[in-house]
Structures are given as structure tokens and as C-alpha cells.
């Protein structure tokens, strides 16, 4: 597989923020996900974010798992310390790196069916060891390199590709993420970059778990019934050697809503995805409150956007377990193996 890099020269009027870095410096490899991917845009508010926050690249350390959304990490932040984990096992690899080395800035980038899926035990754990991280999952609720089977994140009644309908209740991340301890929980969409960038920006300065779900719809199986670029119609009107699935290129929806306001997005499946932004006078602080406004909406067909969710008083796995200010990374042999003596005196106090 060929990588295309972007040219490191940059225009040498780039603004530049506070410790020297212009917006390019936080960017990555070229994008091989599909045009109009809100994947892409994810990525984006990232860079947007770190850029605006004076983050400096090579204190960020970002991990993935499997899947559409676990490639992102390859398109931004190409200067910082990255790990692509087996699938759903980023939150483990996350939590072990931030235990040896706690003065790094954690990205845990996953996606529906990584986390939701195989990966529910290690997001739910994580959650509750408070671990301090921004985790995002990139919310498509389907498995894109697969071709497009239900993810547990698909509400049920949904249609795919094929026409097969959902049965199951979906995987409420947001809802597991608020129960089990997280501190700082949103939902955004990935065509409002205007609500998104602050939402990143809040969890990287939070002092907790930070969980933020960010519908990112699949523009690659928009192949309805019609269409002269569905697989149904290329394949009857072409004579292949081989067999060869074509996605149509799409727009990636963007929109703006007001506090308040719905944002209804039409779906390939003929139903529409009705988003709400929060209103100005939610209280991010009434976890309680919050689920039960998510719950009310969800019973009008509606996902809330927004911060959700926040504890201004968070603490993080390290002041649970008390362990040493200085990363466990840089300690010496003589204080990680203080001898037989000490040893002898720990046995003796849990006597």
C-alpha cells in the first residue's frame, strides 16, 4: 500500500500560535478514508483544537483500535507518539502508557463497533478507573470496512445497504460513560465543527475520564435503490474480470443549529437522524438531569449534542491509586526496587 505525505514546506506566513506551531504542524498523512468521510472532519476539530490550546506535538500520545475510525489517528498529529492497538484493546494499551508516563496528553480514537462492540469491557473499565484521556469514538453505526453491517450503535428499526432491518436496542455509550464515572461526557456531530472544536478543547483541559460520542454518518452506502453508482447497477452493466465494489463519491453534510434547535439529517435507509443541540441553560453538572433530558429526548426520536456532562471537580486514576508525581518512566532502579529492608517493612504494616 502506498502512503501519500503532504509537502513539508509550508507558506512561511502561517500563523503560528504560542509555542511556535502553525495549524500544518499538528496535520498527518494524506486521508484515505471516502470523500466526505466525517471521519475527516473529526480529525480536523482535533487539529483545530490542540493548534488553538498551544498543545506542542510531541507531548501528545494517541492510540486506536480497529477500524474506519482507528485509521484517523494517521491524519493528524504526524509528529506525536502514536500506538494502533489489536481491536477494542486501546483502552488497556491506553491505560498501561498513561501509568508509566502520566505528563502526556492521551488520545484514545475508536469507533462504534471497536468500542461498543468487541471493546465494551475495556471502554466500560476504563470509564471507571477514571483514567485520564480524551476518548472519542467516531459514531457511524455501521462496520464501514466490512460493508456496512449493523454496529451496536444502529437504533433499532434501521435499515442497511440490503434492506435488512434492526432488531436489536442500541449500545447508549454516552449513557454507559456517565454511569460508570466518567467526568466530562458530550455528543457532537461531525458536521458542526463550531460546537465541536470547544467540545475537544474542554476534554483536553479536564482532569478526568473525557468521553465525548461523535455521530460521523457512512457516506460510503448511500447506494440506494435508483442510483446509477449503486453495486447492484454497476455490477449488471459492467462486464469485470473481477469483482469490484464501487462507492460514489458524496457531500459531507455540514450544518450550524442554533442552542436548541434540530438539525434533521436524511439517511440512505429513507429515516431521518434528528440531532438537537442543547439548550444555553442545560447544567452540565446535574449528571441525573442529564440522563434523564437524553432520555426524554430519545423517546421523541431526537440524540442530544453538546457538553452533556461535566464534574469540575474530577480527579484521575493517579490520585486513586496515589503513585508517584514523577512518571513512573523516569524512576530509577533504586526507587521502583527499594531492597529487602523496605519490602520487609511493607509485609509488616498490612500484618
Known sequence: ?????????????????????????????????????GHDSISAAIIQAVWELDVQPHRVAKLSGIGCSSKTPDYFLGA???????????????????LANRELLYLGISGDGDSASI???????????????????????????????????????????????????????????????ATYVGRGFSGDKAQLVPLIKGAIMHGGAAFIDVI??????????????????????????SRIDFIDLAQEVVA?????????????????????????DHDPTDRRGAMNHMNELAEKGEIATGLLYVDPNATDMHAALETSQVPLNRLDESVLCPGSDALSKFNDSLR
Do not use: W
Open 1 to 37: 500500500m502506498t502512503f501519500i505525505a503532504k509537502p513539508r514546506l509550508h507558506h512561511p506566513t502561517l500563523t503560528k500560535n504560542a509555542v511556535g506551531y502553525t495549524r500544518r504542524d499538528y496535520e498527518g498523512k494524506i486521508s484515505t478514508l471516502c470523500a466526505g468521510c
Open 216 to 241: 460521523s454518518p457512512c457516506v460510503a452506502f448511500n447506494n440506494h435503490a435508483g442510483s446509477t453508482r449503486s453495486y447492484d447497477h454497476v455490477r449488471a452493466h459492467n462486464e469485470a474480470v
Open 119 to 181: 471493546g465494551l469491557g475495556q471502554f466500560a473499565h476504563a470509564m471507571r478507573r477514571g483514567v485520564r484521556m480524551v476518548y472519542i469514538v467516531e459514531n457511524n453505526g455501521v462496520y464501514g470496512l466490512t460493508k456496512g453491517q449493523f454496529s451496536a450503535t444502529a437504533d433499532r428499526g434501521s435499515r442497511s445497504k440490503k434492506g435488512l432491518v434492526n432488531n436489536d436496542a442500541p449500545v447508549d455509550l454516552v449513557g454507559i460513560a456517565m454511569q460508570l464515572g
Open 80 to 98: 506525536s507518539h502514536g500506538f494502533n492497538t489489536v481491536h477494542g484493546r486501546m483502552p488497556s494499551v491506553l491505560t498501561g502508557a498513561n
Open 256 to 280: 450550524d443549529p442554533a442552542p436548541g434547535e434540530v438539525l434533521e439529517l436524511p439517511q440512505s435507509d429513507g429515516s431521518v437522524m434528528r440531532l438537537r443541540k442543547l439548550h444555553v
